[in-house]
């Protein structure tokens, strides 16, 4: 099993003046201490599942790409991307460039979003459920062609590109990997069974079931389901009750499910000295799983 970790709250990193070398030791930790991928929300705001809105949040890309520079291994990916944020064009040269510059070590990483808040507040695109549906798979359809061979336009119900022109090429191959999160068991497992090379869900009790369903999709499109694979995400509280125990318990608990990837936000990170007991402690007990 691989660990991810999950960024999705920065109010304990400091002023703002601090949160750059702050974030940039937490990246160096986590990949010494053996974590495979790294991982940012995007968000815009902070959400009420974490905290208040007007904490400090940081713009997902920009801050991948500052990762980028301060890692040479670890796996980069937003968990994940709001569909309706960038334009399909835009995004698609946005994960070459993060791409092209880290070596190879981008995702595609896409959900319908949800957080009409923070979009009507920012002025963002947004949609209704299923024209946010219908935009993550059209924005999924305009990047694979633009990792492509082909530069020929696209004209879909949302989007209009004259020419998916797109020099560099990425230097993961044969592009970068895709991968779909979200609960919903119809469209969203529908999406990835066709398009993705992972999925993602919440790692709650409905985990298992989430599986299963991605299996009566894949069936329904002709496709193998062990290609794809099974990432969840949870938190790693090593500080909580029952600490590292009920972490690993829970890493279990997801690994017999049939998840190869957990990715895992820690509670009020803002040091290395959590990371270094789930590196000493939790990431050489599941590498072996």
């Known amino acids: 099993m691989r660990l991810g970790l999950h960024l999705n709250d920065y109010s304990h990193l400091g002023e703002p003046k601090d949160m750059g070398p702050a974030l940039a030791r937490i990246a160096r930790s986590a990949e010494d201490t053996g974590f495979a991928r790294l991982s940012v929300t995007d968000h815009l705001w902070q959400i009420s599942l974490i905290g208040e809105e007007n904490e400090p949040m940081l713009e997902a890309y920009t801050t991948l790409a500052f990762l980028a520079g301060h890692t040479s291994t670890i796996e980069l990916q937003p968990l994940v991307t709001a569909a309706t944020y960038r334009a399909p064009g835009l995004l698609a040269k946005m994960i070459t460039t993060l791409d092209v510059l880290s070596g190879g070590r ?11 808040q923070e979009a009507t507040g920012l002025g ?12 993550m798979e059209e924005t999924i359809r305009i990047c694979l062609q633009m990792w492509s061979d082909s530069d020929d336009p696209i004209v879909s119900e949302h989007y209009q590109l004259g ?29 990835v069974a066709r398009y993705a090379d992972a999925m993602n869900v919440w790692g709650g009790e409905e985990a298992g079931q989430k599986i299963v369903r991605l299996r009566e999709r894949c069936e329904e499109v002709g496709r193998d389901p062990d290609e794809i694979e099974k990432t969840a995400l949870v938190t790693f509280d090593v500080e909580g009750s029952g600490g590292v125990d009920a972490v690993l318990k829970d890493l279990e608990r997801l690994h017999g499910l049939g998840f190869t990837t957990v990715y895992g936000w ?20 599941v590498s072996s799983w």
């Open 163 to 191: 020419q998916t022109l797109n020099e560099p090429r990425p230097v993961s191959q044969p592009r970068p990997r895709i991968l779909i999160g979200g609960g919903g068991e119809l469209r969203t497992l529908k999406l």
């Open 124 to 135: 963002l695109p947004y949609d209704h459920h299923d024209g946010r549906y219908q935009r």
């Open 266 to 285: 820690v509670p009020d990170l803002g040091s290395e000295a959590q990371l270094e007991v789930l590196g000493s402690k939790v990431v050489p007990e």
């Open 106 to 116: 981008t995702w595609l990483s896409i959900g319908q979003g949800w957080n009409e």
